[in-house]
């Protein structure tokens, strides 16, 4: 062949791929840009305003807490619902998202303490509680800015503080609703109290860590008559033994408990000694004793030790009274508890009822008052060896060691806590209310009930949160603290009853909504109340402030009415909440009580727990171990579509796994290939014009075309139904396999002849691009909650249609008849019986490749005996069968029921076929147009579409 100086070489008139979208991502520098376009065009307030009046589906957000930076954890619950809300979005919903931070609590305090140090001390409440402000809202902007940075969509500008004044007001408001139904009252109880912080917490603000205890029994000597318990046992010196790990309480015991139930045993020992100890544990009291050779001497029950009097083991003069007691258990120890009222629940009740002092002299701080010299004034865990040193000596102790056990701490400060006697304010779980219909019952049991209307993902959250409520005391909703909303009561001054007037407590409500919390501490309770006021107890007319807030979780847990109840997007309830699977005893169990004694029902319909972020070993996240995964840090190196490409990459509801590494493979293998296969999709479509090009009709399409059409109407309905299930890792799975495996390996591949050499409007190379713009409009739609980046870029690459939303988050997610009609089951099963056949097909080009025969798969001519059932497949399709294959010719015979043949025949050893030069294709059709006289007939339709010169073969450049 010669060409004119001017001729364009033949490679030059084929239709091969070109975009301008980029092949390298650049996601850290280019997701800031298009998060900037994003706020200058409100592309919130455009997805809102494009879904106004349709169906709501109301995820309502959990807050973090506003304190340090975020971490893993955060960014996969905020992707968890990001994605709920875009799904719900793009499947049709008006979804508001509005995000809200916990502002209040000990932990902002403590840091402020720290930063004020002395100065504290000569600042009043109101500038403190300014300075928690300050520092809250320092926090609340930098988490903004980083869940932003994410991707994630919502009213930023505008969420919801529970620092804020309505926030505030709606709190105390809840609180004086229950307060007015008669669940709240004060009153003494043990409750777990953090001596390093100095306040009580509730069950939800206790975690449970490895602490080491002493392990100790100690004999508490018999005063009564040991005759009166059993004959055998006159005149002995009798004692029974108790064991615990609070060496610290003994001081405060006042008690020992039996179960009535058990049997109990009289061991004498070696040295003529007698202990009590129950009968199921006394072969583990001699091991534990070591008294080996101790006998039973003879045996009672545990209702005969009501009423007995003991010595204590070290404070002469105190009586120890013989109680019964249900807690008493055979687990371990000896079937003997020491009991101390001020120091647990069991101890307090069990002291109830006997009418013991219920006093604590354990101070807020941790320290023992009222004790012996030697440790009184020390601290529980400095007085622990003190007392033990003490009863080593006087020859109480009996045994000693020490226990590695779990024990409840702090979840702020991670110190062992304590139980402790105060006085506080409850919510009481057996206050008697109404249920739905009318009928008597109580709050805990109203609860249950709501519970079981819930939808619970995992499933196991209803049995769990239902066993929390269940059995959990009542509700301590009381804090020793400044940084809170306060517990807005009046207390007389004479008689201690508070002052509950519904008028009185709107005025402090609508003082709340102007002023803020803030009003409780500026003003004096004489300005707060009205002239006249007085007790309805005692008709005295002075009155205190409480000073107590409230429980920070009673704040959170009031979010459905502070938000969901006055915000005029939202609504009660709400449709999820999704949290970590602590928020059963936190936030999901919070909310539900609050919105049970407020409301009578649940404030969710739905609820669906993540696990926790652990590393490739399975262990947590800890500064120790220095194994943390720092989002921010992810999002500059890689991306914050590749964070959320994570999180779409693990089913949320396990524990999962993350690491640097891991997330660096998703970017290089998962994310590139999917951004490929977006770029190969794009090129493919350079010259495409919907408007104009695309085939209007199914049937019109080429089969090959129809069958991916029908694979991709597949894969839209499999992923739709994931998103509607919240299986985001199911809708990845689905996503990555169809582009890795059914686009990229299988169907561009084939598609190259037919695009690249087709003549441009050539039918069969438009229906291709129809399928290619259809699948991919339906692709990048069904991936934009995930990529929400990367899907936002594709679509601005995508062929123009007039109507389009600006952008792909505007947009709704393709119905499975976008791309194909429903009946096409039949073209489905033909086509995939034809690709079964080319698998073995591919397989014996691979092995002529191997062996020289050829040099690709066009340099073939290919055999194939099929089996008789596959013959109306291959009748209907085997015409595309050469396309499917990449070979330059096919053909297929029948033979009855065999597994199907291939034989491979290389071109060049044919000679009625020629190659084109151009698709290299072997065809008998070569120079059959005299005017392009070394390109097949196919070939010179192109050419001649696109107006190429006709040329003339020459003996310098033959064919």
């Not at 919130?44 to 954890?73: T, V």
């Amino acid at each position: 062949m010669s060409d004119s100086p001017a001729q364009k070489p033949l490679k030059s008139t084929l239709n091969l791929p070109q975009t301008a979208f980029p092949m390298k991502a650049g996601l850290p520098q280019n997701e800031p840009a298009r998060l900037q376009k994003w706020n200058e065009n409100d592309l919130y307030g455009q997805i809102r305003a494009a879904r106004a009046g349709a169906p709501k589906y109301i995820l309502h957000d959990g807050p973090p807490y506003a304190n340090g930076a975020i971490h893993l954890g955060h960014a996969l619950n905020k992707c968890i619902k990001d994605f709920v809300v875009k799904s719900k979005t793009m499947t049709g919903f008006d979804s508001p998202y509005v995000p809200g931070w916990d502002c209040h609590g000990l932990p902002i305090e403590i840091k402020v303490d720290e930063q004020l140090g002395r100065k504290k001390l000569e600042m009043d409440a109101v500038t403190v509680r300014q300075q928690c402000r300050d520092y809250a809202q320092k926090y609340v902007d930098l988490q903004r800015s980083q869940f932003r940075r994410m991707g994630v969509l919502g009213r930023w500008d505008d969420p919801y503080l529970t620092m804020s004044f309505p926030y505030e007001a709606r709190i105390v408001e809840t609180f004086y609703e229950f307060f007015e139904h008669g669940y709240v009252y004060k009153g003494l109880k043990p409750v777990y109290w953090c001596w390093h912080d100095k306040t009580a917490l509730a069950e939800a603000e206790v975690e449970y860590e490895q602490h080491t205890s002493p392990s100790i029994y100690v004999r508490y000597r018999l005063l009564s008559d040991p005759a009166d318990l059993a004959p055998e046992l006159a005149g002995r010196e009798v004692y029974t033994i108790i064991y615990t790990t609070t060496p610290w309480t003994l001081p405060s015991s006042l008690a020992v408990a039996f179960n009535p139930e058990f049997d109990y045993v009289a061991l004498e020992n070696t040295d003529g000694a007698i202990y009590l100890v129950a009968e199921a544990l006394a072969d583990a009291v001699r091991e534990s004793c070591k008294m080996p050779e101790a006998k039973v001497l003879t045996h009672l029950k545990g209702t005969a030790l009501e009423n007995t009097t003991f010595a204590h083991p070290f404070l002469h003069g105190r009586t120890i009274l013989g109680v019964l007691g249900d807690h008493v258990t055979a687990e371990q120890g000896t079937g003997a508890v020491h009991t101390a009222p001020a120091h647990g629940p069991d101890d307090f009740y069990t002291g109830a009822k006997y009418g013991l002092p219920q006093t604590t002299n354990v101070d807020d701080a941790g320290r023992i008052r009222n004790g012996l010299p030697e440790y009184d004034g020390l601290h529980i865990y400095k007085a622990n060896p003190i007392i033990l040193d003490i009863i080593r000596k006087n020859g109480s102790l009996l045994s000693e060691a020490e226990v590695k056990h779990s024990y409840p701490h702090c979840w702020r400060c991670h110190r062992p806590v304590i139980y402790r006697a105060t006085e506080q304010w409850f919510i009481g779980m057996e206050t008697p209310v109404k249920d739905q219909q009318g009928n008597e019952t109580t709050f805990r049991q109203r609860a249950l009930d709501e519970i079981k209307k819930v939808t619970w993902d995992p499933s196991w959250g209803e049995e769990r949160i239902s066993n929390m409520i269940a059995t959990r005391p009542d509700w301590c909703i009381s804090r020793q603290r400044i940084w809170g909303v306060p517990i807005a009561v009046f207390l007389c001054q004479s008689c201690d009853h508070p002052l509950s007037d519904k008028a009185l407590n709107q005025s402090i409500v609508k003082l709340f909504e102007k002023e803020g919390a803030d009003a409780w501490y500026k003003y004096p309770a004489e300005q707060l109340l009205a002239a006249g006021t007085a007790c309805t107890k005692c008709g005295h007319s002075a009155f205190r402030k409480e000073m107590d807030i409230l429980d920070v979780w009673f704040e959170s847990g009031s979010s459905w009415h502070a938000v969901l109840e006055t915000e005029p997007e939202l609504s009660f309830p709400a449709d999820m909440y999704t949290e970590g699977g602590d928020q059963h005893r936190g936030w999901f169990h919070s909310s539900l009580l609050a919105s049970v004694g407020i409301r009578n029902a649940a404030p969710y319909k739905y609820v669906a727990t993540s696990g926790w972020t652990l590393d490739e070993q399975r262990r947590a996240f800890s500064k120790s171990l220095g194994n943390g995964v720092d989002p921010v840090l992810v999002m500059d190196q890689l991306g914050g579509d590749i964070v959320r490409l994570w999180v779409a990459s693990v089913d949320f509801r396990e524990d999962v796994i993350a690491s640097v590494p891991l997330m660096k493979r998703l970017a290089e293998e998962i994310y590139r290939k999917l951004r490929n296969t977006f770029r190969i999709l794009l090129a493919n479509l350079y010259d495409f014009n919907p408007a104009e090009h695309a085939v209007k009709e199914f049937s019109a399409l080429e089969p090959l075309d129809q069958y991916m059409l029908a694979k991709g109407a597949e894969i839209v309905a499999k992923v739709r139904k994931a998103y509607d299930e919240f299986e985001f890792h199911r809708a990845y799975h689905a996503i990555n396999e169809f582009c890795n495996s059914d686009l990229s390996a299988f169907y561009i591949d084939v598609l190259k002849d037919r695009l690249y050499t087709f003549a441009p409007n050539a039918p069969g190379r438009r229906s291709a691009q129809t399928a290619i713009w259809k699948i991919t409009e339906a692709l990048v739609r069904l991936v934009a909650p995930v990529l929400s980046f990367t899907a936002d870029e594709v679509w601005e690459y995508l062929p123009k249609v007039e109507g389009r939303e600006a952008s792909v988050h505007i947009a709704h997610f393709p119905a499975p008849e976008d791309l194909a009609p429903a009946n096409t089951e039949s073209l489905v099963a033909n086509w995939d019986k034809l690709l079964a056949v080319r698998d073995t097909v591919l397989l014996s080009l691979e092995e002529a490749r191997k062996n020289k025969q050829i040099g690709k798969a066009l340099d073939a001519s290919v055999a194939v005996t099929i089996p008789a059932p596959l013959k109306e497949s291959f009748d209907s399709f085997g015409s595309h069968f050469a396309e499917l294959c990449n070979v330059s010719a096919f053909r297929f015979s029948v033979n009855g029921d065999q597994t199907p043949s291939v034989e491979v025949t290389p071109c060049e050893t044919l000679s009625e076929i020629t190659k084109c030069e151009r698709c290299w294709r072997y065809t008998n059709d070569v120079a059959s147009d005299s005017r392009y006289p070394t390109v097949c007939a196919r070939c010179a339709t192109a050419l001649d579409e696109i107006g190429y010169e006709p040329y003339t073969v020459t003996q310098e450049q033959p064919v």
